[in-house]
C-alpha cells in the first residue's frame, strides 16, 4: 500500500504533445498504448502553455480515450472546516459536447455565433453511466439538471434520453430540476442532492460549485470514464508551478481520486483504508499541510497516512 | 402656476366632481393626457438621446401613475393582491393595469397584450409565468418573450445579507448585472440530423458594449468600487472573449472603476468560500442566471431578493430568481419580500421615493427587526401575518393611511 504514495511521487507529468504521421496532434503513441493495455490511469496536474501551439493536454487525452464522463463525488471532510457540513454528492457530467463543443464563428464584424451541440447518444451514453453509477454506489436518487424552459430542444433531447433510460433503472429515483433552482438550493442546502447529472457548461459551473461546499479543488477528487472500459483518475487543482519541488502540496486530491480509482477497479477494501487513513489524518489536525492550514511538510503528511494504514493492517 | 397645474385644473373642470364625477369622453381624455405628457417632456427633461437617466413615465391624471401589473402563476396573484393592497394602504398614487397572461395557452395573444400594455404604461410589476417545457419548442417562455420584445437588456440583482436572517455567510453586498436578452437564451435551435441538435448562442458587440456601459454607469451611481467581469472565454474563445473585450473597452473609460475578470467556474468557488469578496458582477445571460441564484441562496432565498429589468424605455420588475413557486402557491405561506422590495425598486423608478422609503422600512424592518419570518426562513408565520406586521409598522410611522 505504500506502493501508492511511491506511485504519486513517480506521476511527472512529462507527456507532452507530439505529432503524428496524419498531422494531427497526439498524445505519444508509448503513453496510449500503456493506457490501452491496463485501462486505468491516475494522473496529476498538467500544464497547458499558452500560445504552445498544440490544443490542451487534457483536451487531448480526453479525445484520444473518449472520456465521455467526469464524474466528481464531493464528500464533506470532517476536519477541514468550511460552512457546509454534511455535503454528500455526486456530479456526473457530460464530457464531450454541449457548449465545450469548440464551433464558433465570427458571423459578421461584432456577432459571434457559438454552437452547443447536443446528440441523443452522447446524452444516452451520459443517462446510462448516471444510472449504473447509482447503482453500483448505493446511491438512491438521480437528478437531471436541465434549462428546458429556455433551451427547449437541446436540454430537451437531454431530458428525454434521461427519462427513457430512468424507466429501466426503476430502483432509482429520479427528479429533474432547472439549474437556477439547483443553484439556489445547492447554497442553501446541499443535502437534499445525491447524484446530478448534466450536460457539459452546467457540469462544470455546477461540480467547481460543490467543490467549494467542501473545501475547494485541493481535495476534491476526480474521474474520467471513457468507452470501451478506460477510466482516467485525476486531480483537478493546477500545477502550482510556485510550490512544485518544495514538499509543500497537498496530496489529498490525488489520493481521494486513487481511491476512487480501486473503487473502479474493485478493490473496495484497499480504497476504504486508504480514505479512512487520510481523513484520520485531516481530521487529527497535527501534520497538516499549509493549504489545509497546518504547517507540516507533504512527506510527513503522507508518511501519517502510510503510517495509518499500516496501524489498520 | 406651472403648465402642468393649469392643465390639471382645466381637466378637472372639464369633468365636473372630480375624480368621481362624468368622465369625459375617452378620445378626449386620452388627448388630455398626451397633451400633458408632451407639455411635461418639453417642459423638463428631453427624452431622446438619454439612456440611462431614471426618467419616469409620464403621469396620466393629476399626477397619478399607470403601471401595469402581471400576476403570473403560482404565488403570483396573491402576492400581486398583496402589493395592490399595501399601496391603497399607503396611498400611494400607483394605478395598477392588471393584464392577465394565461401561460398554458400556446397562442401568443395574451402576452402580446401584455407587451402593448408596458409599451403604453413604460413601467410594470410582474409575478413568474411558468413555461412547460413538455411542449414543443415553437412555445417559447413568456418570461424571454417579455424581455426581448421590451428590450429589456439589463438585469440588476441587489443581494445583501440582513441581519437577522440566518445565513452562512455575513455581510454579503453584491450587485449582479445580467445581459438580459442574448446569449445562450437567444431560442434559435434546431435539429439538423434526428438526434443532433444545435443551440446557438449569440454574443454581439453591440450588446455586450451596452451592457457594459449600462453596469459602469449604475456602479458609478451606486458607489460600487469594483467590477468583476464572469466569463468561460478559456473555451468559448470567440464567444466570451467578444464580451470580455467590450468590456474591457469600456472599463479603460472608467479610471475610478477597478475592472478584473473571473472564469464562470472559479467565481461560483468563490463565492460559495468567501462571498465577500464581490462588489458588483457582470456578466452574460446565462452565467447571470446560475450566479445570481448562488448570491440569492447566500443571502437568504428567493424569497427575499427583489430583481429590476432595464430597458432605455421600458422597466420591469418582479422577484429576482424568477421563481413560480407552484408547490407553494395559495397556502397563504410564500414570502412576500421580495415582491415587495421589488414595488419599491417601482417607486424609486416612478421617483417617488417618500412611498418606496416607507414601504421599504417596513419590510425590512419586518424581517430584521421584528423577525417575522415564512417558512422559507425558518420561521412560522404566513403570508398575511407578515403583512400584516408590514402595516402596523407603516401605520405606527404616522403617515396617513386608508382605513382598513
Known amino acids: ?313 | 402656476m406651472t403648465l402642468r397645474a393649469a392643465l390639471c385644473a382645466l381637466s378637472r373642470a372639464v369633468r365636473p366632481g372630480g375624480c368621481g364625477g362624468l368622465p369625459l369622453s375617452r378620445t378626449l381624455q386620452v388627448q388630455l393626457g398626451f397633451f400633458v405628457c408632451g407639455a411635461t417632456i418639453h417642459a423638463s427633461h428631453p427624452r431622446q438621446g438619454s439612456t440611462y437617466t431614471n426618467i419616469p413615465p409620464p403621469a396620466r391624471y393629476g399626477g397619478r401613475h399607470t403601471v401595469t401589473l402581471i400576476p403570473g402563476d403560482g404565488i403570483g396573484p396573491e402576492l400581486a393582491n398583496h402589493v395592490r393592497e399595501l399601496f391603497w394602504f399607503c396611498c400611494v398614487p400607483v394605478d395598477f393595469e392588471l393584464v392577465n397572461v394565461d401561460s398554458s395557452l400556446t397562442a401568443e395573444d395574451d402576452i402580446n397584450n401584455a407587451i402593448m400594455s408596458i409599451r403604453r404604461n413604460g413601467v410594470a410589476l410582474k409575478g413568474n409565468l411558468e413555461t412547460n417545457h413538455n411542449l414543443p419548442p415553437s412555445y417559447k417562455s413568456r418570461n424571454n418573450l417579455l424581455r426581448t420584445s421590451l428590450d429589456l437588456y439589463a438585469n440588476v440583482m441587489h443581494c445583501q445579507s440582513l441581519p437577522g436572517v440566518k445565513t452562512r455567510h455575513r455581510n454579503i453586498d453584491i450587485m449582479i448585472i445580467r445581459e438580459n436578452t442574448e446569449g445562450e437564451y437567444s431560442s434559435l435551435e434546431h435539429e439538423s440530423v434526428p438526434g443532433v441538435v444545435e443551440c446557438l448562442k449569440i454574443i454581439t458587440r453591440v450588446n455586450s458594449l451596452r451592457i457594459a456601459d449600462f453596469a459602469f454607469q449604475t456602479a458609478r451611481q451606486n458607489g460600487r468600487r469594483r467590477i468583476t467581469a464572469v466569463h468561460k472565454a478559456n473555451i468559448m474563445k470567440l464567444g466570451d472573449g467578444l464580451f470580455l473585450e467590450c468590456c474591457k473597452e469600456v472599463a479603460s473609460g472608467y479610471p475610478d472603476i477597478a475592472f478584473d475578470t473571473l472564469i464562470v467556474d472559479n467565481a461560483t468557488m468563490q463565492l460559495v468560500s468567501r462571498p465577500q469578496q464581490f462588489d458588483m458582477m457582470l456578466m452574460p445571460n446565462l452565467y447571470g442566471n446560475v450566479v445570481s441564484n448562488v448570491c440569492a441562496g447566500l443571502v437568504g432565498g428567493p424569497g427575499l431578493v427583489p430583481g429590476a429589468n432595464h430597458g432605455e424605455h421600458y422597466a420591469l420588475f418582479e422577484a429576482g430568481t424568477r421563481n413560480t413557486g407552484r408547490s407553494i402557491a395559495n397556502r397563504n405561506s410564500a414570502n412576500p419580500t421580495a415582491m415587495l422590495l421589488a414595488s419599491c425598486l417601482l417607486l424609486d423608478h416612478l421617483k417617488l421615493p417618500a412611498y418606496a422609503h416607507m414601504i421599504r422600512r417596513a419590510t425590512l424592518s419586518t424581517v430584521t427587526e421584528t423577525r417575522m419570518h415564512t417558512a422559507d426562513l425558518g420561521g412560522q408565520a404566513s403570508t398575511s401575518d407578515v403583512i400584516k406586521s408590514i402595516r402596523n409598522a407603516i401605520q405606527s410611522t404616522g403617515p396617513l393611511t386608508q382605513s382598513i
Open chain 1, 1 to 313: 500500500l505504500k506502493l501508492f504514495t511511491t506511485l504519486r511521487d513517480d506521476l511527472q507529468g512529462n507527456v507532452t504533445a507530439i505529432k503524428g504521421p496524419g498531422g494531427k496532434w497526439m498524445i505519444p503513441p508509448d503513453a496510449k498504448e500503456s493506457m490501452d493495455q491496463s485501462k486505468i490511469g491516475l494522473k496529476g496536474p498538467l500544464k497547458t502553455p499558452i500560445a504552445a501551439g498544440h490544443p490542451s493536454m487534457n483536451l487531448l487525452l480526453r479525445k484520444t480515450f473518449d472520456l465521455y464522463a467526469n464524474v466528481r463525488p464531493c464528500v464533506s471532510i470532517e476536519g477541514y472546516k468550511t460552512p457546509y457540513t454534511d455535503v454528500n454528492l455526486v456530479t456526473i457530467r457530460e464530457n464531450t459536447e454541449g457548449e465545450y463543443s469548440g464551433i464558433e464563428h465570427v458571423i459578421v464584424d461584432g456577432v459571434v455565433q457559438s454552437i452547443k451541440l447536443i446528440t441523443e447518444d452522447a446524452s444516452r451514453r451520459i443517462a446510462e453511466y448516471a444510472f449504473e453509477y447509482a447503482r453500483n454506489n448505493q446511491r438512491s436518487s438521480v437528478t437531471a439538471v436541465h434549462k428546458a424552459n429556455i433551451m427547449r430542444m437541446s436540454d430537451g433531447l437531454f431530458l428525454r434520453k434521461c427519462r427513457e433510460v430512468a424507466e429501466t433503472y426503476k430502483d432509482i429515483k429520479f427528479t429533474e430540476m432547472y439549474l437556477d433552482t439547483v443553484c439556489l438550493n445547492m447554497v442553501q442546502d446541499p443535502t437534499q442532492f445525491d447524484v446530478l447529472v448534466m450536460p457539459n457548461l452546467y457540469g462544470d459551473i455546477l461540480s467547481d460549485l460543490c467543490a467549494g461546499l467542501i473545501g475547494g479543488l485541493g481535495v476534491t477528487p476526480s474521474g474520467n470514464i471513457g468507452a470501451n472500459g478506460v477510466a482516467i483518475f485525476e486531480s483537478v487543482h493546477g500545477t502550482a508551478p510556485d510550490i512544485a519541488g518544495l514538499d509543500m502540496a497537498n496530496p489529498t486530491a490525488l489520493l481521494l481520486s486513487a481511491v476512487m480509482m480501486l473503487r473502479h477497479m474493485g478493490l473496495h477494501e484497499y480504497g476504504k483504508k486508504i480514505e479512512t487513513a487520510c481523513f484520520d489524518t485531516i481530521r487529527d489536525k497535527k501534520v497538516l499541510t499549509k493549504d489545509l492550514g497546518g504547517n507540516s511538510k507533504c512527506s510527513e503528511f503522507t508518511a501519517d497516512i502510510c503510517r495509518r494504514v499500516v496501524d489498520m493492517d
